[in-house]
C-alpha cells in the first residue's frame, strides 16, 4: 500500500459527488482501483474516490473540454467547444 500526497492538487469532478481537487491517491496494489482522497468544492466534504468514478475538469487550454461516455458526468461543452465555467 502506498499514500502519495499530490503537489499540487489536481482538479477533478467525481461522479455523483461535484467538482474538487484531489490532494492524494492511495494504491492498494494490482488488484485494486486507485482511491483519489477529493475535498469536494460545494459541500467541503473528504471523498475516498475510487478511479473509475474520478474525472479531470475540462481545461481549455489541453483541448479537454467535455467528457465522454459518462452516464452523469456533467456536459461543459458548447457548440463552438469552448469549455463552460464551473
Known amino acids: 500500500m502506498s499514500f502519495n500526497q499530490l503537489d499540487p492538487a489536481i482538479p477533478v469532478h467525481v461522479l455523483g459527488k461535484g467538482d474538487g481537487y484531489a490532494f492524494a491517491m492511495i494504491d492498494y496494489g494490482q488488484e485494486h482501483n486507485l482511491i483519489w482522497v ?7 466534504e473528504i471523498w475516498c ?3 473509475p468514478k ?3 475538469q475540462p481545461n481549455w487550454s489541453m483541448e479537454r473540454t467535455s467528457w465522454r461516455n459518462d452516464e452523469d458526468g456533467p456536459d461543459r461543452s458548447t457548440t463552438n467547444g469552448d469549455a463552460l465555467p464551473s
Do not use: C
Open 49 to 51: 474516490a475510487p478511479n
Open 38 to 44: 477529493t475535498a469536494i468544492d460545494e459541500t467541503g
Open 54 to 56: 474520478v474525472r479531470l
